[in-house]
C-alpha cells in the first residue's frame, strides 16, 4: 500500500498556482523528501494531503484512503509538524503536550517525557518565554508522542541548533526503521542527501523529477577541478565556470571523451573529475527547466 498517493493533483487560490498536475508516490516506509524553494508548492501540496484545504482538481489519498473522505481517520495516523509552530498562549509546555494527545484521546505522557528528555525542553516553562528554537521543540513533540505511521514535516529543523537537529533525524531514523514513512519538506539539500531514500523536486507548482536520492545524483553531470589552470578564457561549452584558488572548477555535461579533448588543450598541473553535490544537482534540474 501506499502511504502517499497523488494524481494529477492541482490546486489554485482563486487566479494564483498553487501546484499543477501533481503526481506522486511514496511507499510504505520510506523516507521521502520533497524539495523545492520558497514558493514552490512544497506547503501547499501538505496542507492539501492533511484535508486541511480542498484541491481544485485531481486526487490525494494517504494509505490508500481519499484525504476529504477520510480526513479524520488519516489525521489519527499523522504526526504533522508546521513550518511555523503557532501555540496557545500562557500555557506551560507540558499543558501543551497533554492538551494534543488529549485531542487524540490517548495517554502519551511516557513518550513525551522521553522526547522532551532527547530534545533537552523544559516542561515547566511557558510558551510566551520560549525561543523560536524550543517552540520547534514542542512541535515536534506534539507531532511524535502518539508514535503515528506517517510523519508530515514542513521544514522541521528550522530554528533547531546543530546538535539538536542531530538529535531530531537519530527519532526520526528510529521511528522509520521501525516502519514509519516519513515524508520531509526542506529546502536544506544536505539533510536530504543524507537522511531520504527518494526525494522528489518542485518547482513553480511542477514536479520536476522524482526518484532515489542516489539516482538523482546521477545526471551525467561531472564537477571538474584544474589546479594550477590560468586558461580560464579558454574553456568552452561548460557551466558554472569559476575560479577555485590556484585554478579553476566547472561542471561538464557530455561524453567522457569530449571532456579528455578539452582537458588536453588547457595547461594544468593537477586535476579532480567528482559527483556533484545534491545542491549542484538540484541546480541542474532548474536550469535545464529554464533552457
Known sequence: MKAIETKRLTKYYGKSRGIIDVDLSVEKGDFFGFVGPNGAGKSTLIRTLLGLIRQTSGSAAVFGMDTLANRNEILSRVGYLPSEVTLYKGMKVKDILAYSANLRRLDCREE????????????????????????????????????????????????????????????????????ATVFLSSHVLSEIERYCKHAAVIREGRILVCDSVENLGHTGVKRVTLRGCESKSAIHGVKDLKSDGDGVTFLYEGESSQLLQLLFGLSFSDFTVTDPDLEEVFLHYYKKEDA
Open 112 to 179: 513525551a517525557h522521553r522526547l522532551c528528555e532527547l530534545l533537552e525542553l523544559d516542561t515547566e516553562r511557558k510558551v510566551d518565554e520560549l525561543s523560536f528554537g524550543n517552540r520547534k521543540k514542542v512541535g515536534i513533540v506534539c507531532a511524535m508522542q502518539h508514535r503515528p505511521d506517517l510523519y508530515i514535516l514542513d521544514e522541521p529543523t528550522s530554528g533547531l541548533d546543530p546538535l539538536m537537529q542531530r538529535q531530531f533525524y537519530a527519532i526520526l531514523e528510529e521511528r522509520n526503521e521501525q516502519g
